[in-house]
């Protein structure tokens, strides 16, 4: 299994920005999809998730409003979508994945439920 995560880049604050995250050995209809970011000093959080089953999602609550996930899966992809970046949302961004198990509409963002990680991508925020 891989996970490519890719868009991060130097954004203004309040601008957009739209990360990619292209999978590969997984199968896309099974698999719960989330958004994680670590900026420097700090431990990693879990920002949004997109469930395997409905496409239902849920988000951290600084990041409510702003950001958004969405997936496609014949092109084995999950996106973030940030918007009104602000210089706070400075981190490393890293896609995961895993197998919730059948009929499972729900997703979560604890790091524990992931089994497969992406390599991060970076984004920085000038203000």
């Known amino acids: 299994v891989q996970l490519q995560a890719s868009g991060g880049g130097l954004v203004q604050a309040g601008g957009s920005l739209r990360l990619s995250c292209v999978a590969s050995?997984?199968?896309?209809?099974?698999?719960?999809f989330g958004w994680f970011r670590q900026a420097p000093g700090k431990e990693r959080e879990g920002l949004l998730c997109i469930s395997s089953v409905g496409d239902n999602t849920f988000s951290r609550g600084s990041v409510k409003g702003r950001f958004t996930i969405s997936r496609d899966n014949p092109k084995d992809s999950v996106y973030l979508h940030m918007n009104n970046v602000k210089p706070e949302d400075a981190a490393v961004y890293f896609c995961?994945?895993?197998?919730?198990?059948?009929?499972?509409?729900?997703?979560?963002?604890?790091?524990?439920?992931?089994?497969?990680w992406g390599q991060g991508t970076q984004v920085t925020v000038s203000s």
């Open positions: 050995g997984l199968t896309m209809d099974d698999s719960t």
């Open positions: 995961a994945a895993y197998y919730p198990g059948r009929g499972v509409a729900r997703c979560g963002i604890s790091q524990q439920l992931y089994d497969y």
